[in-house]
């Protein structure tokens, strides 16, 4: 592969909120973790049919076609995986293995934009990829590997001159020559003041670009070897579903299906996720989606308007303050939080009610009128109960 040149993503910023607000989130967080129990949850997530097979190739291929399709009501996802397991037997490795006899085993299947035919050449793809490289783990460290050298390669110049930029603008800033003043930062909950914004970190950012260019080169291999189009272009037969299958991550989008295939392989296994690959946690990006965007704009964690990696890279940022080496594992609690909830991103006192991050929602602890001493003090247990449980 070529080296590709690789630019620093700028306009992704640390979240503005305060440290003792970013505890008591943190908090929050982790009591929803705590309270719920991760294998009842499993079971309405596609993530449960990874575990019903044993074999590592199996799991690898059924987790990239599960997340591949988990987009959509949940109760239809799983009615459709349930059907497409089915038809593809008990070993899609194995059925794989026989691409003619998969593709016809799979013809007349449908689920939205997908038919039978691009989920097999899903298989076949995902499947040629691992007799090639020995497992998709393997080729995913493999590029990811390439595309940590290539950005230490290709991002050295534009480093040194962001640094030099960066130390001019800090130095006329000291000297009282600046321009522009530097904005305050307030923490949008409280008012209080926020972290400066932290400098950019250079290592960090290549990692976050590194990883972008590591997933879409891993899709990129499926996709030749499945014979099936480009994110944003046309099968031969016209259609655009097939591009859907896996995302262009270099196009900017927030890659949320193949970020849940990698936390899925990625994570120690915890009942939900699996720990097959050997790849830093702390190297993950979130899964964001609607739900998850609209409860971290509200929580303060992201001020972004938008759903795209920039906006995944930011909320991950915000999650490195509670955990360093493991951010993404609160996609849990947020997922958990989104799901249920149906976060309306307003004040609605019906939809909010229950709502276990309420207290230190955006909407809700309005600036002007709760005290910050009140707001920061540690969470009562009272808040993370049902509204029943709590009378
Ligand atoms: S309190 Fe309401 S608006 Fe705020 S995060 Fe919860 S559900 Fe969303």
Partial sequence: MSTRRVSTSRGVRDSAICDSHLQVVKASLDAIRTREDLRARRSADPVDFVHRYVAREDRELVALVSSACAFGHVKVIHQKLTELFAL?????????????????????????????????????GARAVQREAGSLGAAFVHELAKADRDAAKCDRDETAALRASSTAVASESRLGRSARSPRKRTCRTCAGAAAPNRRIDFAQQAGELALKEALASFCDRIRIAGGFARAGERNVDGRRGPSHLLPDARAGSAAKRILLFLRWMVRPADGVDLGLWDVPTSRLVIPVDVHIHKLAKNLGLTSRRDVSWKTAVEITRALTRFDARDPVRYDFSLCHMGMIQRCPSRRDPSRCTGCGVKRVCTHWAAPTTIALGRLCSPPDVRDFMAPSVRA
């Fill in 88 to 124: 593809v037997g008990p070993s899609p490795s194995h059925a794989a293995d026989a691409p003619r006899m998969l593709l016809s085993r799979l013809s007349g299947f449908r689920h939205r934009l997908f038919r039978g035919d691009d989920l097999a050449r899903l298989l076949i």
